[in-house]
C-alpha cells in the first residue's frame, strides 16, 4: 500500500525540474492536519501509510510535517533511514486558522525553505502558490453525494477549492474504486492509483494464548459469536 504513495511520490516528482533521479533521497512534504487529535479514520489512514513509507523510501530522505499546532508523529519508532520532522505553526494566531485555510495559505509559507521534491496533499488540498509536484489523496466526495452531513465551513471550502486543486495536482489518488469512479463522473478527474487503507499490527487476530486469558477474565465459556 505504501509502494503506490511512494510510486505516486516519484513520479510527482518526476513532473518538476531538478528532481532526484530514481532511488535518490526524496524531501516529502505533508499536510498534518490529517494528525491533529483526534485521530478520525483519515488520519489513521495516513499514519498508516506513513509508517510504510518509513520503510520504503530511499535512505536519506526526509519527511517534513506541516501542522498547525504540535502533533504526534506518525512513526513513533524510525527506522533511520529516513528523518522525520515536525514543522508546527510559530505564530499563535496562525495556529487558530480553520484548518484548511492553515493548509492553503500558512503551510506554504512553512514549506518553501524546505526545498520539497514533492508534497502529499493527503487531506485533499493544495498549499496555495507552492510550486512544488503534488500528490492528492481524495478520500470521499461527501460534498456532492452528501453535503448534509458536513459542516458549513467544510461543505464551502470543498466547493471552492477542491475541483482545481484535483485537476492541478500532478498525481491524484483514492482509498477506494467507488471514490476513483465517483471523481470520474462527478469531475472528470482521473485518479492515478487507488491506494487502499492498511491496517497496523495492533489490528491483528490475537494468538490463541492472548484469546484465552480473555475469556477467562470475562468467564466466556461459549458458544457465542
Known amino acids: 500500500m505504501s509502494g503506490g504513495v511512494l510510486d505516486a511520490a516519484e513520479a510527482a516528482a518526476d513532473a518538476g525540474s531538478g528532481t532526484p533521479p530514481p532511488g535518490r533521497p526524496l524531501r516529502v512534504g505533508l499536510d498534518g492536519r490529517a494528525l491533529e487529535p483526534p485521530r478520525t479514520g483519515v488520519g489513521r ?43 508546527a505553526e510559530p505564530v499563535a494566531p496562525f495556529g487558530r486558522l480553520p484548518a484548511t485555510l492553515w493548509t492553503r495559505y500558512r503551510a506554504p509559507v512553512l514549506a518553501r525553505p524546505d526545498r520539497l521534491d514533492v508534497f502529499w496533499a493527503c487531506a485533499a488540498f493544495l498549499p496555495a502558490g507552492l510550486r512544488v509536484p503534488a500528490v492528492l489523496t481524495v478520500h470521499d466526495l461527501l460534498y456532492r453525494v452528501a453535503p448534509e452531513t458536513m459542516t458549513r465551513g467544510a461543505r464551502l471550502a470543498f466547493r471552492r477549492w477542491f475541483p482545481a ?13 467507488g471514490t476513483a469512479e465517483r471523481l470520474r463522473a462527478l469531475l472528470g478527474v482521473h485518479a492515478h492509483a ?26 466466556l465459556d461459549g458458544p457465542y459469536f
Open 45 to 87: 489512514y495516513v499514519a498508516e501509510l506513513c509508517r510504510g513509507l518509513d520503510a520504503v523510501l530511499p535512505a536519506g530522505s526526509e519527511v517534513f510535517v506541516y501542522a498547525r499546532r504540535p502533533v504526534e508523529l506518525p512513526v513513533a519508532d524510525p527506522s533511520g533511514r529516513v528523518a522525520w520532522r515536525l514543522r
Open 165 to 177: 486543486d484535483a485537476r492541478r495536482a500532478e498525481v491524484v489518488l483514492t482509498n477506494s474504486a
Open 194 to 219: 487507488v491506494v487502499r487503507p492498511a491496517a497496523g499490527p495492533e489490528f491483528r487476530p490475537p494468538d490463541a494464548a492472548a484469546r484465552r486469558r480473555v475469556r477467562e477474565r470475562y468467564g
